[in-house]
Structures are given as C-alpha cells and as structure tokens.
C-alpha cells in the first residue's frame, strides 16, 4: 500500500516491493542495574522493568494481556495489592512493548518516598508469584476483555486507525485485519500467560528512580535478594 501510494506518478521514483527492515535479535544481555536520578520531590516515581518479546514475536498478545492483568487497570494485580489494599501508591500501571530485535514489560508506581521500598519488593513478590503460578481464569478473561475493549475504543479515533494501519505496512509488509487482531488476543489462555510469565518476569530488571534519594543501594539490595 505505501510502496504503491509512492509509486505512483514516479513519485521518489519507489520501484519494487516495499524494502522492510529485518528483525534482529539484541545480542547485548540485559543485566541487572539501578538508575537514581535525585530530585526534591514529595512523590517518588518509579520504573521496574525486564527484557520482553519483539514485535515478531507471536506471543506480543500473550504479553499484552499479560501486562494488562498485572497493572491494566483497578482490577489487576499490582493495582489491587499495592494501592486497594495497602494504599502505598497514587498510580500504578504496567505495559508491553515491542521493538524490532526486543521488547520490555515495564512497571510504573508513584508514591510516596518513604514507601518506596516496600513498593519495589510488593512487586518483586507479585511478579514472581506470577512467574510461578500464572495467573487466574477470571484475571485473564477479565485482561483480555480490556485489551479487545481499549483496541475497539481505538478505532473511534481516526488518527489512531491511521496509525495502526501505517505501522502494520512499514513494519511488517502486509496489514493485519482488525478481526484477526482481535481473534489473537481471544485465544490468549492460561497456559500461554503462565508460560510466558515464567520464561520473562524470571528475568534481570532494571529499576529506574527519581525522588529525594540519597542513594541507590538500598534499591540494589532489595534486587538482589
């Protein structure tokens, strides 16, 4: 489609098939680190993040409903333990993303400095009970629903079609149907989360800070316990 619209009329002279980028595997191993940017702030915010599937990677649906279940919204997971039940964080969120020879699952809280700690280690813990034992039917189901219904909401939003249609041409070299789209998150099941969640949230993480921190290692220490 974008090879075409190029080609017409000679337009930059755009001749044969549309020329995509392979995808390469990162060869670099992540490792373990802390990144402490000290600022005089009342609220501490936080990054925790590991290594996730590239964008040709089949299981991208699997880690995006993952993602959801972990930190998509007031029912999951990290959500649900860190600010329904101990009221320790303002936000928490979690999200995938994929790049051509990578990705990353990521983690967001925003609390307060002296919380931070017991943050970072609540989701040390939820993620490795995760890791271990997958997640429920009912958070999966409940995951999925809200990938499909935010992926739905999206197409309202002509500037966003836009996007996904272009991004599905340069990236891969075909279009991706909306139905298909959806059919994949559908077919997203326990096994392939619980799978997925315990070859990458096992993972080296990387925690980035910002807040009225002194230094990192009490951080380091609570990653390497």
């Known amino acids: 489609m974008v090879e075409e619209a190029l080609s017409r009329d000679n337009f930059l002279n755009v001749k044969g098939a549309p020329?995509?980028?392979?995808?390469?595997?990162?060869?670099?191993?992540?490792m373990q680190s802390v990144g402490l940017l000290t600022r005089k702030t009342e609220q501490a915010h936080m990054f925790y993040g590991m290594e996730g599937v590239a964008r040709s990677d089949e299981r991208r649906f699997a880690m995006g409903v993952l993602a959801s279940a972990l930190g998509g919204g007031m029912s999951s997971r990290l959500f649900q333990e860190i600010r329904e039940k101990r009221g320790l964080a303002y936000s928490v969120y979690a999200y995938a993303q994929q790049f051509a020879g990578s990705g990353q699952i990521g983690f967001y809280?925003?609390?307060?400095?002296?919380?931070a700690i017991e943050v970072v280690e609540i989701i040390r813990?939820?993620?490795?009970?995760v890791a271990e034992n997958g997640m429920s039917h009912e958070e999966i189901e409940r995951a999925k629903g809200a990938v499909r219904g935010s992926?739905?909401?999206s197409q309202e939003d002509s500037g966003s079609r836009m996007s996904r249609i272009g991004k599905n041409e340069i990236v891969y070299g075909q279009i991706m149907?909306?139905?298909d789209i959806l059919k994949a998150i559908s077919r997203v099941n326990s096994t392939?989360?619980?799978?997925?969640?315990?070859?990458?949230?096992?993972?080296?993480?990387t925690l980035a800070?910002?807040?009225?921190?002194?230094?990192?290692?009490?951080?380091?220490?609570?990653?390497?316990?």
């Open 109 to 115: 809280a925003g609390c307060n400095p002296a919380k």
């Open 125 to 129: 813990e939820v993620l490795a009970d």
């Open 209 to 225: 800070l910002v807040g009225p921190f002194k230094s990192e290692s009490k951080f380091e220490k609570v990653l390497q316990s």
């Open 192 to 205: 392939d989360v619980r799978e997925i969640a315990n070859e990458y949230l096992t993972k080296s993480p």
């Open 177 to 179: 149907g909306f139905d």
């Open 151 to 153: 992926l739905v909401l």
């Open 19 to 30: 020329q995509i980028r392979p995808n390469t595997p990162v060869k670099t191993k992540p």
